[in-house]
């Protein structure tokens, strides 16, 4: 089962960023009713929408698929290629909540 996107953060990037639906969705290459799914949790955004929205908004990529509950493409490399420093990592990180 996926995670479900949080609603309304894509929302509150847009308005807080000035852009109403009809003036981002042809920014983000997207329609705007897949816009408006996205941003109510309808649909769970491409990684390459999210970055285009981290672009428009003027966010780090990064942190806005996280906050989304996506992981970057790029941990997964990480992990593919070095699963003793990942794993090791992530015992550190819950030594901390011991």
């Known amino acids: 089962m996926k995670p479900s996107i949080p609603p309304g953060l894509l929302r509150?990037?847009?308005i807080k960023s000035?852009?109403?639906?009809?003036?981002?969705?042809?920014?983000?290459g997207i329609s705007e009713s897949?816009?408006?799914?996205?941003?109510?949790?309808?649909r769970e955004p491409s990684e390459e929408m999210i970055c285009r929205a981290a672009n428009l908004y003027q966010v780090n990529?990064?942190?806005l698929m996280l906050n989304l509950g996506i992981l970057p493409s790029r941990v997964f490399s990480i992990v593919a290629e070095?699963?003793?420093?990942f794993f090791r990592a992530l015992a550190?990180?819950?030594?901390?909540?011991?």
């Open 18 to 28: 000035g852009y109403s639906i009809k003036q981002a969705a042809p920014l983000l």
């Open 12 to 14: 509150q990037l847009r």
């Open 82 to 85: 070095k699963p003793d420093l």
């Open 34 to 42: 897949l816009l408006s799914l996205a941003e109510r949790g309808g």
């Open 92 to 98: 550190d990180a819950f030594k901390r909540y011991e």
């Open 61 to 63: 990529e990064e942190s």
